[in-house]
């Protein structure tokens, strides 16, 4: 897949366009990345490790927690607004060129195992190609057989992004570290950033027990102050419901966020093992979406 994304991509030394080589991508000026054996590439210059990507056994557990459709009403309801956003911006642009526009991709900042972008693409009519990017290289071989149509990138996304100017037509962001200049700029003119963060209640049942680390109650109102420059608020929704997780559930849950760095795996099991088993957990997230200014406002 990753040749079908190449276009939307540049050289992040220099900023030109890529082309695939053999086993490696490259700009004309002779700067080169290895695609690897599981089909992503890492454009990373100089194959820097960045610091916040998920770890091998972080990927897993989630790996294992979404497969099991936990989490599937979320990433229908993310399915279903990208599909409106790409329809608006595929008139918009008919309209602006009086001719049909090749569609842009989705790019996903933070991408994980792709489980988000995969069924976003799922949605989408078949011109549309994912970009999931993500520092985490368990992630990205994850991500990279996610979906047929996903090329999978490594770079670090609190950082300049290796995607071209206006490339995407949507652009994702789940969970995850969002930085509001680039996605900015690699969103084009029509389209639309949507953005998944928990609400104050989300896990709820399981933060106290557990000893998990909370929910930033203020997240909301950075989210809107990193972004507010860049983009104005379009719609927002809220999706609730209890979830009955099992004890494996709650271990992968726990296994795949920040509190797998802070609390100790004995201490975990215990906490675990006194649950009830299913526990009913409450999953509270918004999905924001968001329409780019035409330049950024000045603060
Ligand atoms: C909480 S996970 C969310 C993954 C996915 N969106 C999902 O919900 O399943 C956050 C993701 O951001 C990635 N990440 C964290 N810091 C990053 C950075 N500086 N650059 C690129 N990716 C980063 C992690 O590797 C991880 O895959
Ligand atoms: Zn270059």
Known sequence: MLGDVLRFLVCPLCGEALAQRDAAVGCRRGHSFDVARQGYVNLLPGGRSVPGGDTPDMVSARAGFLAAGHFAPVAAALAEEAAAAAAVSAAASTTATATAQPAGCVA??????????ATVLSALPPEHAGLALDASKAALRRAARAHPRIGA?????????????????VVLNVFAPRHGAELHR??????????????????????????????????????????????????????????????????????????????????????????????PVTLAVTLSAYRRRPAPATP
């Open 186 to 279: 690699i969103l084009s003119p029509s389209g639309t950033l949507l953005v998944v963060t928990p609400a104050p209640e989300h896990l709820g049942e399981l933060v106290g027990p557990l000893g998990l680390l909370t929910v930033d109650q203020r997240k909301q109102e950075r989210l809107a102050g990193k972004l507010g420059p860049y983009f104005a608020p379009a719609e927002q929704r809220e999706h609730r419901e209890t979830l009955a997780l099992s004890h494996q559930a709650v271990a992968e849950l726990v296994a795949m966020g920040p509190s797998s760095w802070h609390a100790d795996a004995g201490t975990l099991a215990d906490r675990i093992a006194r649950l009830p088993d299913p526990v």
């Open 153 to 169: 990138v490594g770079c670090d996304v609190w950082h300049a992004l290796p995607v071209a100017d206006q490339a995407a037509t």
């Open 108 to 117: 996903e900042a933070g991408a994980g195992t792709g489980y988000y972008l």
